[in-house]
């Protein structure tokens, strides 16, 4: 329908214009004299001008977006966005607006006219600008068009065209670097019990000992075997397997982007410790992630950081009774919310009898404290063995320490 109407418009001005050529040349033949005809004539350039570009194809131009970076940024970057215009048929133009519409994710700090240029091409074929945006939010933002609009220059002629051009822009959380430090030994307390994995690490041979029932056939240390008669096998170093299973709450909050950029922290720190994890998060689109370790694991997991939105409207407890029971038992849970409710603290507390560490961050807005019922709650759950560590933005280097109390 408005593509009907744009077209009926843009007829009536074309026939408006030929009329008034019309009108023209006719009050020159009945009036005659110099001044008509030089009136007429005067007027010919523009109308014939105004005639040439209403036929003239804006299709003719093609747009292209780059950014000076694209693969590393992160929330709070700064970008720069060349916009290069170009045409094929020479058409002088007065002049030419191009828009590059912002995506409904960036509208809250980059104004439309951020992204607008008036251009004087005249005979040029290619052109270009550029435009900045600042303090980049942590989200996936999808420019999809230009806007395109020229016109002559009585006014009568006025051309639109929408140029679809996409291009993607990921931008990752910030993080801060934190030293992640094992829970099992640092937050002991009520009925809370370690529960720590021993496995061998069968590169490394500490020495050598008899064979035992149970000793597999490759550990057979066939030198010291030969040498006393005895079967003896090799004795590998033990090692500690701390695995970390992250629950993300993705309930709406004001401390949301806050803790997205806390799990972020944490989430680098743990992988680079060498430790292994795994993460919860339920939203619109579930997101549940094995307990692994490595690179690929936290580009994985930074990934759905960076896309992810406070769209849950499931209560965080109520997600921990029917999720985490998929998980293995022998793992440090780590909890991320903005608030206490008694139900978090009855099923973080039914966990932590079953895998002896959960720990609730409660993440808040800077300077706001815990409320009286969260305060409650809070030594609920200590009594329950699960530890509760209030933090504001500038306590997550402390978040695995006991140098800031809670």
Known sequence: MKKNILWIKSITKIVLLFLFIALAFSYSMFQGGFVSWF?????????????????????????????????????GDSLAVTVTIERSISIPLFFLIVEDVVPETLAGILPAARGKRVLFPGFKRKMKYEYA??????????????????????????????????????????YTDLTYRTLESRYDQGTTSSKVKIQKDTTMVSGVREYLPGDRVSWVHWKATAKTNTIMTKEFEEKESHDVLVVLDRTPSRSFELMVKFTASIVKAILKRGAQMGMISIGETPASFPI?????????LFYHLAKVKPDSGIPIGKILK????????????????????QELVQTAGYHAKRRGVVVLFVIKPEKEPLGKEEAAFREMAAARGVHVKVLHEPEFTYAFTEVKRA
């Open 39 to 75: 009136l007429f004539y005067s007027f010919m350039p523009f109308g014939l001008y105004s005639v040439l570009l209403a036929f003239y194809p804006l299709g003719d131009f093609t747009v292209q977006r780059t950014f000076n970076r694209s693969g590393d940024l992160k929330d």
């Open 133 to 174: 945006i600042k303090r980049l939010p942590r989200g996936e933002h999808i420019f999809s068009e230009f806007k395109l609009k020229t016109g002559d220059a009585i006014g009568l002629i006025e051309k639109e065209r929408l140029v679809s051009k996409q291009s993607d822009l990921l931008v990752y959380p910030s």
């Open 292 to 300: 692994r370790g490595g690179d690929f694991q936290q580009q994985q």
């Open 322 to 341: 029917e999720e985490v029971n998929y998980f293995q038992q022998s793992v440090t849970m780590l909890i991320i919310s903005s608030e206490l409710t």
